[in-house]
């Protein structure tokens, strides 16, 4: 008698860019946690960069058209240029290694999915706690871990439209 492999889980990504964000892994049937990883970054001069080939490394057996929950950014008010510029390359290799990679983005706003997790006009901790309460295996022990926490939520509350 032959075994039947596991089915692999039918995949969602959330990814909160940046170079302290993070990609979270969840089964697209049940919302279940399956891993998250830091942003994977490397040295651009003096500053970070998020790393285009890490991140293709990470992503690469994924199945084609696996749904990615982006996080819509835009400029903040008090940010400098620089900053700015920074952020926005991190957002182009996001979207650059995704359409390599054949996985359609789908961009959402921190609005809509703080909202739909019922976070709006909340610490920006609790989204934290949140992640913790509805993933506890999901490692979100550091104060620091709030991309991490951003990223399953994102996931988890990004809609298909």
Same mark, same amino acid.
């Given at each position: 008698?032959? #075994?039947?492999?596991? +089915?692999?889980?039918?995949? #969602?990504? @959330?990814?909160?860019?940046?170079? +302290?964000?993070?990609?979270?892994?969840?089964?697209?049937?049940?919302?279940?946690?399956?891993?998250?990883?830091? $942003?994977?970054? $490397? %040295?651009?001069?003096?500053?970070?960069?998020?790393?285009?080939?890490?991140?293709?490394?990470?992503?690469?057996?994924?199945?084609?058209?696996?749904?990615?929950?982006?996080?819509?950014?835009? %400029?903040? !008010? =008090?940010? @400098?240029?620089?900053?700015?510029?920074?952020?926005?390359? &991190?957002? @182009?290799?996001? /979207?650059?290694?995704?359409? =390599? *990679?054949?996985?359609?983005?789908?961009?959402?706003? !921190? /609005? &809509?999915?703080?909202?739909?997790?019922? *976070?709006? @006009?909340?610490?920006?901790?609790?989204?934290? +706690?949140?992640? /913790? /309460?509805?993933?506890?295996?999901?490692?979100?022990? #550091?104060?620091?871990?709030? =991309?991490? %926490?951003?990223?399953?939520?994102?996931? #988890?509350?990004?809609?298909?439209?």
């Amino acid at each position: 008698m032959q #075994r039947s492999k596991p +089915t692999p889980p039918n995949i #969602r990504i @959330g990814i909160d860019p940046g170079i +302290t964000g993070a990609i979270a892994f969840l089964d697209n049937d049940d919302l279940s946690f399956i891993k998250v990883e830091n $942003m994977p970054i $490397m %040295a651009n001069g003096k500053k970070n960069q998020v790393n285009p080939y890490a991140l293709s490394k990470m992503m690469e057996s994924l199945p084609a058209n696996t749904p990615v929950f982006l996080e819509r950014v835009s %400029a903040m !008010p =008090g940010q @400098g240029v620089t900053s700015m510029f920074s952020f926005g390359m &991190s957002f @182009g290799i996001i /979207q650059g290694v995704c359409a =390599g *990679l054949f996985l359609p983005i789908h961009l959402v706003t !921190p /609005q &809509s999915w703080k909202k739909r997790a019922g *976070l709006i @006009g909340k610490d920006k901790d609790m989204a934290r +706690t949140l992640a /913790q /309460q509805l993933y506890p295996t999901a490692p979100l022990s #550091r104060k620091k871990d709030i =991309g991490r %926490a951003d990223s399953i939520l994102i996931a #988890r509350f990004g809609e298909l439209v």
